[in-house]
T-cell receptor, first 107, second 115 residues
Framework: AQRVTQPEKLLSVFKGAPVELKCNYS??????LFWYVQYSRQRLQLLLR??SRESIKGFTADLNKGETSFHLKKPFAQEEDSAMYYC?????????FGKGTRLHILP | NAGVTQTPKFRVLKTGQSMTLLCAQD?????MYWYRQDPGMGLRLIHY???????AKGEVPDGYNVSRLKKQNFLLGLESAAPSQTSVYFC??????????????FGPGTRLTVL
């Protein structure tokens, strides 16, 4: 079954420290993966997708097919990064979301 | 452009009551989705539609019905509300399938409480 796993419900990181939000997936085909973010009092929105290979707000994510992972990374955390982050997998006409990780940046 | 809008923003129902949540989008998107968001459960897909007049079941469709009579609107109905349906409901839309088209745009959410 296609599945997205985010093992951490909450991740607390000090400002300026590196951030890594973990995501693992199971999918039999060639996966298309995303990271969505929900800031406080804002709508859920797309942060980045693996096909674009881009860096958004300093975040990057690399698809590792061997480890079936798509971890989200940022070298230096900022306070405005505090938010709920969802890893997601595209499957046909639908997107399957993980349970989410709340990132809390400590001052 | 308003993007994706949802009506109402909040609602409290008694067990057994019915209600309809309305989602509207002005981006001419083909695909529309209804999710529920519960603590520790993430976003779960209830129903979705790939075009006007079409609907399909998602992960957790029981207790809900949907209709897509117009391309811009996607209605979610609860015929007989239960406390287990207390949740935040999100609507989303996308252009369609495929890399260029499948970014989902979300509404602000509807917070529903069933007593």
């Amino acid at each position: 079954a296609q599945r997205v796993t985010q093992p951490e419900k909450l991740l607390s990181v000090f400002k300026g420290a590196p951030v890594e939000l973990k995501c693992n997936y199971s999918y039999s085909g060639s996966p298309e993966l995303f990271w969505y973010v929900q800031y406080s009092r804002q709508r859920l929105q797309l942060l980045l997708r693996h096909i674009s290979r881009e860096s958004i707000k300093g975040f990057t994510a690399d698809l590792n097919k061997g480890e079936t992972s798509f971890h989200l990374k940022k070298p230096f955390a900022q306070e405005e990064d505090s938010a709920m982050y969802y890893c997601a997998l595209n499957r046909d006409d639908k997107i399957i979301f993980g349970k989410g990780t709340r990132l809390h940046i400590l001052p | 452009n308003a993007g994706v809008t949802q009506t109402p923003k909040f609602r409290v129902l008694k067990t057994g009551q019915s209600m309809t949540l309305l989602c509207a989008q002005d981006m001419n998107h083909e695909y529309m989705y209804w999710y529920r968001q519960d603590p520790g459960m993430g976003l779960r897909l209830i129903h979705y539609s790939v075009g006007e007049g079409t609907t399909a079941k998602g992960e957790v469709p029981d207790g809900y019905n949907v209709s897509r009579l117009k391309k811009q609107n996607f209605l979610l109905g609860l015929e007989s509300a239960a406390p287990s349906q207390t949740s935040v409901y999100f609507c989303a839309s996308s252009l369609g399938r495929g890399f260029t088209y499948n970014e989902q745009f979300f509404g602000p959410g509807t917070r529903l409480t069933v007593l």
